[in-house]
């Protein structure tokens, strides 16, 4: 069997995601943990897995009666790359993240929701699709629905500017095994523009789905607040929180403008 290394495909099914067309709704939620893909068994109907490989884990099913998919992206931009260029490809038509973030202001609190309007650029492998002054930015669509969705759960919400770093450690300003690789001023630097948080994977997103015409949108739960120091130790009930805005802004998304494409 010849398998093309340009675009390769086995038996159908795209090379890492490993799921072919007809596996995932048009509107996809995209942790970047695995095991964040299980909680929707019990938030969704009919959910299945239907492929695992390496850090990409997609289920299936639908919530309210609209289908919906979950993939798990890994950490960062390069396998963030790799799972929506595939999605893409598969038909996906939304790709909302769901993942957790660093504050950088005491006012927002652990446990908060943040929703990104736009991302610095600085995950790498989106550089390789459009120059740095092309803007990361979200849909305008998703953004909407997704604050429609924090005010009917009653949810404290935040919206603005993210960091969208390649880097946990001196990217984002923390020591390295004892080591310093940026001045202490980098989360000051941050912060002067107006940069409300940080984290590892929506810039990707914003950029190609803005290159590809289709909605992308982030939404995360702010598990550490970088000025205070604080870390959320069990930040199991803001993710699960967070889930179930992002599946109320899944319905609100069919209804407002997936149905009424042209």
């Known amino acids: 069997m010849e398998i093309s290394a340009e675009n390769p495909r086995f038996e159908g099914k795209v ?79 939304a790709l909302i993240r769901i993942g957790g973030t660093g504050v950088l202001t005491s006012e927002i609190k ?75 001023d980098l989360i000051e630097k941050y912060r002067k523009l107006n940069i409300i948080n940080m984290e590892m994977e929506s810039e990707t997103i914003l950029t190609l789905g803005n290159l590809f015409g289709i909605f992308t949108g982030s939404i995360c739960a702010v598990h550490a607040n970088r000025e205070t120091d604080e870390w959320l130790y069990d930040f199991s009930p803001a993710q699960k929180q967070m889930c179930m805005i992002a599946l109320d802004a899944v319905v609100l998304l069919y209804n407002r403008y997936l149905s009424n494409e042209d």
């Open 15 to 93: 090379p890492h995601l490993m799921c072919k067309e007809g596996d995932i709704a048009e509107v996809v939620l995209i942790p970047g943990d695995p095991a964040r893909v299980n909680m929707f068994q019990d938030l969704c109907d009919d959910f299945r897995i239907v492929a695992s490989n390496r850090e990409y884990t997609i289920g299936t099913g639908k919530y309210q009666g609209y289908p919906v998919s979950i993939c798990s992206t890994g950490i960062g931009g390069p396998s963030t790359e790799i799972a929506v260029i595939e999605l893409i490809e598969l038909g996906a038509k």
């Open 110 to 184: 652990c446990g908060d929701m943040v929703i990104t309007t736009g991302s610095m650029r600085l995950g790498g492998s989106s550089s390789f699709y459009a120059p740095v002054e092309y803007p990361a930015v979200a849909s305008f669509e998703v953004i909407h629905c997704l604050i429609d969705a924090c005010k009917n759960r009653g949810s404290n919400y935040w919206k603005g500017i993210s960091a969208s770093v390649g880097s946990f450690f001196a990217g984002q300003g923390r020591t390295a095994i004892g080591k310093k690789f940026y001045n202490s």
